[in-house]
């Protein structure tokens, strides 16, 4: 009987899934919300049960064909250990593996060769192949790491807010707009910090960008500090050997212009996106004698 492929490329903001045949052939897509296995694993399971959904109802498919697929699932918080373990139990799949959304980055990007992925959406995590070795630099999660990510930028903006309402820094057009969402009351900013998950502070990572583009000082300020983390990573990257870079993420294309020459030079433009690699992972990894596997991380 035919067998069916399923993919997941899920991250803090977001989840998209699909299901392709023997060949390849993409027959179904789908989404879901948020899918961080770390900041919140029983939601991220709901998002990913609800994209793959999504994509076999589109294929004119029914769950009946769960016990013919194998699925290859890149979640963000992945790269910790052990966090994937229960994800993947909870599948129904013949075979289900979990993986870091950064590895599926990497080969959709790269297919099997070397180099570098840089993942900037909002979180931010670096892939390396080497000789065939691969190894992840960052992407430890919020608050902690990701830095230069979407949720550490947008942030990073609503504490200048803070400081701005105290008169502690200069206010500019971007902070004046956003004191307004929140009816210029410093009591709103906390509530939503108290609740807010990393998506949450990433939505307001475009504005960044979108006023700098405009010249806004806070705006620039806030970029050149958060481009300085990605550059610095890179530098360190290239002294090691690295000669080809990819950049994927929401804000992989606005970040590129505000990298140095030097690292401009060795940029690539991915083959595919992480989701064509949770596919190609799967069609990889049939033969894996565990029904639930996830990736364990040192």
Not at 72 to 85: K, R
Not at 107 to 116: E, F
Not at 216 to 223: K, V
Request: hydrophobic fraction near 45%; glycine fraction near 14%; aromatic fraction near 6%.
């Amino acid at each position: 009987m035919a067998e069916f492929f399923i993919g997941v490329d899920g991250g803090g903001t977001g989840c998209r899934a699909v299901i392709a045949d023997a060949d390849g052939n993409v027959l179904g897509q789908g989404s879901g919300g948020p899918a961080n296995i770390v900041t919140d694993p029983q939601r991220a399971l709901i998002n990913v049960q609800t994209a793959i959904g999504s994509a076999v109802a589109q294929a004119g498919l029914d769950e009946a064909i769960y016990a013919r697929s194998h699925a290859f699932l890149g979640l963000a918080g992945a790269n910790v250990a052990g966090s994937g373990m229960a994800i993947a139990q909870a599948m129904p799949f013949a075979h289900t593996r979990v993986e870091s959304d950064g590895l599926i980055a990497l080969q959709g990007a790269l297919g099997d060769q070397d180099g570098v992925v840089v993942i900037l959406g909002t979180g931010t995590a670096y892939i390396i192949r080497r000789q065939g070795k691969i190894r992840f630099v960052g992407g430890w999660g919020f608050p902690l790491s990701d830095l230069g990510s979407g949720a550490r930028l947008g942030q990073s903006l609503l504490e200048e807010c803070l400081l701005v309402h105290d008169g502690i820094h200069s206010g500019s057009s971007l902070t004046s707009a956003i004191l307004q969402e929140f009816d210029n009351n410093p009591d709103n900013l906390v509530e939503f910090g108290r609740k807010a998950a990393p998506g949450d502070y990433g939505k307001y990572a475009p504005r960044i960008f979108e006023y700098a583009s405009r010249g806004d000082t806070t705006a620039l300020m806030l970029l050149e500090r958060s481009a300085a983390h990605v550059g610095k990573t890179l530098d360190m990257l290239i002294a090691q050997g690295a000669e080809r870079i990819s950049l994927l993420g929401g804000m992989a294309r606005l970040y590129a212009e505000y990298l140095p020459p030097s690292q401009k030079a060795l940029l690539v433009e991915p083959a595919a996106d992480g989701l064509s690699g949770a596919v190609q992972l799967a069609m990889k990894t049939v033969s894996m004698p565990r029904k639930a596997e996830a990736a364990d991380y040192v």
